[in-house]
């Protein structure tokens, strides 16, 4: 239909990525009750009635989002509060870093063309930074920081220390903050401080704090430590602060199995007050149709002319230039649908009405790829400041859907098959902050009863002269059989896609022409497609470069020895018996090995007892 072709189709956006994504056709009063529950929240805790919680939950493309964006639109027109997304990426160790940096950079969105953002609203609503520090005890650095962001100075480095960035020496030291960096504190402790003091700093403004992709917190079956961390978290949230209001948006289904795996006393927290977003029915649905098409003027122009009904033949068509009954089939018996499978049928639909070819015709596992593929290229064109949180949330992915090539690892937000290896992330930036998370590792990881040590640092972060400590701490580490391992920048785009396709799937947002891709497909298509740069990725994490470092001592003690025990072959190098003992049962051509009792090495002889042809 030519009067159509050179209209933009109005069900292109299909999905609400954010809370600030402008919606289009909204339509009020579907999910009324529910956005009214969440602005009543709002408007209690703004009366001082005290913090509270909100569990929000529906089937994927229900509109959880939309009603979030509905909110944030609210809040903003009428200066109720602040609204701070937080999308779910992260792992246990990291829950108050990843709520720091969400809620800093929403305190730093610019809220003008002038290029002022919220935080100076908020910095000229409180007036004296000294005079608040005393009344609400700001620590010494969010306190500097202010003053500095307030008068103009250093306001990139402020915005960084907001986030949580891994600054430089230099900055700490422009910032005269090196006393307060260096402390006692943990990096998470000091992220619970902040988040907590900007918050008090609202008080009495409400400050919203909205959790999505809560499910990406479960990033291989079975580990619920993230999703016990933001638990706990929220918890905290709650008890205290007196101005907060916390919406944390889930699938139904998961909202089940979460009370089942959470501690009673938290997911009551968590669920004060519950929502739940049912599918539209076929009067709603109606209406969302009309009012995207009548969002369009030229279509809103055409369909009110007769020469387009009749275009039709159906002069009472009240969806032109969609066809009713198509529409109304996707309901089927129950009378719903969600809105997200809704608009993109009618998106194809539209398509077609004007003779155009259908919109997607790849298939899941194309899709896949390209999405991949992009994610991939936009996760290298804006690489993450700081790996740490990606090696964490990613690895375990990683590990998980390649399981057959994936090592057996131990390590904090890792899917633990065996103990094999530890890995440690080491991306510290500060020479002091590397240098001591180093000597932490050293003094923690016996390599005589140890598994082997893996560390992964992210390879822009050198390991320069001017890291002095560090080095000679590394060179200690690798000295004793640690494995360095940096990951190049293409590994690190490949993993990022990675990472947000697992986030997605996880939770119902992996859509492929209006239908979830569930998880396991994803795990489907990825092992049976691995990039070529991650396949390097696991073979260099493998520990066997970490088991090898003995193996030319052992070599040198059995060309004196021609055979000898297990035990006395181990104490003489200085190697754990079973190590030892593995690593012959893996290498026959180059080392014999006779469980005994006792058990023996020797050096393997072509034909001889080490050589597997002999088995043969």
């Known amino acids: 239909m030519t009067v159509l072709a050179t209209i933009r189709n109005p069900f292109l956006t299909h999905a609400v990525p954010d809370p600030w994504a402008r919606l289009e056709g909204d339509v009020p009063h579907i999910h009324q009750p529910v956005f009214e529950l969440c ?4 408007e209690e805790v703004s009366h001082g009635s005290g913090s509270t919680c909100l569990l929000l939950y529906g089937e994927g493309g229900s509109g959880k989002t939309h009603i979030l964006s509905r909110l944030r639109a609210h809040l903003e027109q009428h200066s109720e509060g602040v609204l701070v997304s937080v999308r779910l990426g992260t792992v246990a160790p990291l829950i108050w870093r990843h709520l720091r940096c969400a809620f800093a950079n929403e305190l730093l969105r610019e809220t003008s063309a002038a290029g002022v953002t919220r935080l100076d609203g908020l910095l000229e609503k409180i007036g004296s930074i000294e005079e608040v520090k005393q009344k609400l005890g700001l620590s010494y650095g969010l306190s500097s920081v202010l003053t500095n962001f307030r008068e103009n100075r250093f306001r990139s480095a402020c915005a960084a220390w907001l986030r949580g960035d891994d600054l430089a020496d230099s900055v700490i030291e422009k910032l005269e903050l090196a006393g307060e960096e260096t402390g006692d504190i943990s990096p998470e402790e000091r992220a619970n401080q902040t988040v907590l003091q900007l918050c008090r700093m609202f008080s009495p403004s409400p400050v919203v704090f909205c959790f999505d992709q809560v499910e990406a917190l479960e990033t291989v079956p079975g580990d619920l430590s993230g999703l016990l961390a933001f638990g706990k978290a929220v918890a905290d949230l709650h008890a205290e602060l007196t101005n907060v209001v916390v919406i944390s948006s889930m699938q139904a289904s998961f909202a089940a199995r979460l009370e089942e795996k959470l501690d009673r006393y938290i997911f009551d927290r968590l669920s004060l007050h519950r929502a739940e977003l049912h599918p539209l029915s076929w009067r709603q649905g109606h209406e969302v149709l009309r009012k995207r098409l009548d969002s369009q003027p030229e279509i809103a122009r055409l369909r009110s002319l007769e020469s387009a009904k009749q275009a039709v033949n159906q002069p009472d068509e009240a969806l032109w230039p969609l066809r009713e009954a198509a529409m109304k089939q996707l309901f089927g018996q129950s009378d719903q649908c969600v809105a997200r499978r809704l608009i993109y049928s009618a998106a194809e639909h539209f398509e077609a009405a004007r003779g155009s070819k259908q919109m997607d015709a790849r298939t899941t596992e194309e899709f896949l790829a390209d999405e991949f593929a992009g994610r991939r290229e936009c996760a290298l064109a804006n690489p993450p400041a700081d ?23 131990e390590a904090e937000g890792a899917h633990p098959t065996g103990f094999d290896a530890v890995y440690e992330v080491v991306n ?63 590994a690190l785009g490949a993993l990022e896609a990675l990472r947000s396709l697992h986030g997605n799937a996880q939770s119902g947002n992996l859509v492929h022409r209006g239908n979830t891709v569930a998880t396991g497909a994803l795990a489907e298509w990825f092992s049976a497609h691995p ?25 040198d003690f059995l060309a004196m ?3 000898v025990k297990l035990e006395e072959a181990a104490q003489a190098i200085r190697v754990p018996q079973q190590q030892l003992a593995d690593y012959a049962r893996h290498h026959p051509v180059q080392l014999g090995y006779l469980a005994g009792p006792p058990a023996v090495l020797f050096r393997a002889i072509p034909g001889g007892a080490g050589d597997p042809c002999e088995a043969d």
């Open 39 to 42: 602005h009543d929240l709002v």
């Open 387 to 409: 790996a740490e949180e990606l090696l964490l949330t990613g690895l375990p992915v990683l590990f998980d859907f390649l399981d057959d090539q994936a090592p057996e690892a």
């Open 428 to 490: 510290q930036a500060q020479a002091r902050a590397f240098a001591a998370r180093l000597e932490k590792i050293e003094q923690d990881w016996n390599p005589d009863i140890d598994p082997p040590l893996v560390l992964i640092r992210d390879a822009r972060l050198t390991v320069g002269s001017n890291l002095q400590k560090a080095r000679e701490i590394l060179d200690r580490l690798r000295g004793r059989g640690a494995l360095l391992v940096q990951p190049s920048a293409e």
């Open 531 to 555: 990039p070529a740069v991650l396949e390097d990725f696991i073979e260099e994490l493998k520990p066997k470069a970490a088991k090898d470092h003995f193996v030319s001592d052992l070599l």
């Open 561 to 563: 020895h021609s055979i």
